[in-house]
């Protein structure tokens, strides 16, 4: 039983130290050692040219898998084209978007109720297109196989004469470019913004101008760069990346890595074709996503795909057949464009399965209820820091009994101690008689040597679920506790609650029973001190979690031990 404890002991300890050790090299630039080092865009390189952005081949619905072999539009036509594209903002009440006239595309997309990170005098920006950084949405229309080329993202709109600003009182705004007629047809492409939603509604009217039938398609893209979102933390892992949904596949990733090694041959590791589902580029606390459809029922079939555009640039996104338009005739698709804020409830209530995007890890199942209860005593309390201390607490609660007999057991392993010791001293040059010797005290005092760990170890999954929780929460975002702690979502500025932390874990450990291996009894030590690393960088949300929990913790074992008369031994 002791060569299992002191196993799991060394086990636990250098998997904490090389995990440390992979973060520190990621925080300063190095290769990870569990994975190829993240994609990085030189600085040279810029931001997309103009006609670099792939236009999708044609769907052939309902196929199964779209064609690896998407033709990249010619650069150096899109750039000698005579037209002079021009970017415009659209201002909302919670956005300001820039359009662009070539392609009617999405190039930035300013959060105005969303503080940055780094400079909280700056808002958040999703959608952008600078040196440093590349994310737009886009759409356009591609014919069926063979067809002649049609207006897409490369086309150059005209924007119709209208508002651009939401003014007050206002609640819609409506934005309309059209396009010249381009192989046959003239499309007409509306955004309509509403206020208090990060939800555009994206209209396509197709009129066929041609004097022959003709069969355009609809694509709806993500284009963006594969680095990680400025300022984000190398000492934990956050998903950043697309993202496909269909009701028989669920909520798949797609990691811009996956995207890279993809040979013309491979068949993508995610659902190609159904008649429902969604495509979205997802990064911690944001998303953005194409959904089809008015509604959330919308019924129509439709192709996904993701690939590589460029060095360093990935698309997602989705191909939508629209059959035969006669000429003269008109045909509309609906669509709407999220981009924002992680927001659960209202995500769940766009489409099915959008809440996802929200990453939770594989503990999904546990961490939405505890959402659910966090938000419950968020509205009680009014503090998103209390209301974390709040559900901490009802969870020591739920684990009272569990817990007491864990510390029971600590208590008695603590009592048996001295004569342990005493034992081991004694026998030291015999250690099959010790091994003998300690099994006969533990079946005198009628301790369990894991008794102390297996009431541990069945209430992990919910608080690795709670660690989940705080650390996808957007809600957590600038949400102040008290006094020096202003953002959950940000470190302790001062590291006061980590200090805290860190003397917590070592009274804990003071409090259970010492090892009788002298080289467990110093890892027992030196592991708090080496996890302790971690929380400094983390957020003061989770930190605050973990220090509740370790006060509540010590508060019990305390009283189990004084109960019980080992307090000191």
């Known amino acids: 039983m002791t060569e299992m404890r002191r196993t799991l002991l060394w086990v636990v300890f250098l998997m904490s130290v090389v995990l440390l050790w992979d973060a520190w090299n990621k925080h300063n630039g190095q290769p990870s050692m569990f994975g190829a080092s993240k994609v990085t865009q030189t600085a040279a390189s810029g931001p997309a040219p103009a006609g670099s952005a792939a236009v999708p081949a044609a769907a052939a619905l309902p196929s199964a898998a779209v064609t690896a072999a998407m033709p990249i539009a010619d650069a150096a036509a899109a750039t000698n084209a005579p037209p002079q594209s021009q970017k415009f903002e659209i201002t909302t009440d919670l956005v300001k978007a820039t359009v662009d006239t070539q392609g009617g595309s999405m190039v930035r997309l300013e959060l105005l109720k969303q503080a940055d990170h780094a400079d909280r005098n700056k808002n958040v920006v999703l959608f952008d297109e600078s040196p440093s950084r590349l994310y737009k ?118 990691e811009f890595k996956s995207i890279e090694k993809r040979t013309a041959t491979d068949k993508p590791d995610h659902d190609t074709a159904a008649d429902n589902g969604w495509v979205a580029m997802v990064q911690h606390y944001f998303a953005g996503a194409w959904l089809l459809g008015a509604t959330a029922d919308d019924k129509r079939p439709r192709e996904f795909f993701t690939r590589k555009v460029d060095t360093n640039q990935y698309s997602v996104g989705m191909i939508v057949p629209l059959g035969t338009l006669a000429p003269g005739a008109t045909q509309t698709l609906d669509a709407r464009l999220f981009a924002g804020p992680q927001e659960e409830d209202k995500l769940s209530q766009l489409a099915p399965g959008l809440e996802l995007v929200k990453d939770y890890g594989w503990l999904t199942v546990l961490s939405k209820p505890l959402f659910w209860l966090l938000t419950q005593l968020h509205k009680l309390i009014g503090n998103w820091g209390w209301a974390i201390v709040g559900l901490v607490f009802l969870l020591k609660i739920a684990f009272y009994w569990l817990n ?131 929380f400094f960088v983390f957020p003061a949300g989770l930190v605050l979690y973990w220090l509740t929990n370790n006060i509540l913790s010590i508060a019990q074992q305390y009283m189990i031990n004084k109960q019980m008369g080992v307090i000191g031994k």
């Not at 398609?217 to 963006?224: A, D, E, G, M």
């Not at 005092?445 to 690795?464: D, H, R, W």
């Not at 860190?502 to 010492?514: E, F, Y």
């Open 404 to 534: 007491a007999t864990a510390y029971r057991s600590m208590a008695k392993m603590k009592a048996v101690n001295p004569r342990v010791m005493e034992m081991r001293e004694r026998l030291k040059d015999k250690p099959q008689q010790m091994q003998q010797e300690m099994m006969r005290i533990y079946r005198e005092e009628k301790v369990n040597p894991l008794g102390g760990c297996l009431p541990i170890f069945v209430q992990m999954p919910f608080f690795i679920a709670l660690y989940w929780v705080l650390l996808a929460s957007v809600e957590m975002r600038n949400a102040p506790w008290i006094g020096w702690i202003t953002d959950l979502s940000a470190k302790d500025p001062y590291f006061i609650l980590p200090i805290l932390m860190t003397g917590t874990s070592l009274l804990q450990t003071w409090l259970n029973p010492t090892p009788a291996d002298p080289m467990q009894a110093k890892m027992m030590w030196i592991m708090p001190l080496v996890f302790s690393v971690m």
């Open 137 to 254: 949405a886009q759409t356009g229309l591609i014919a069926a196989q063979g067809g002649a080329a049609m207006p897409n993202h490369l086309t150059v709109f005209n924007l119709v004469p209208g508002d651009l600003t939401m003014k007050d009182g206002q609640d819609r705004l409506e934005v309309k470019l059209e396009s010249p007629e381009v192989g046959g047809i003239k499309l007409i492409k509306t955004y309509t913004f509403q206020r208090g939603s990060y939800v555009v509604a994206v209209k396509h009217d197709m009129l066929n101008v041609s004097t022959v039938p003709v069969t355009p398609q609809v694509y709806y893209q993500f284009v963006r760069d594969g680095n990680a979102p400025e300022g984000e933390s190398s000492f934990y892992f956050t998903f950043t990346g697309p993202a496909v949904y269909t009701d028989a596949a669920k909520f798949h990733k797609v």
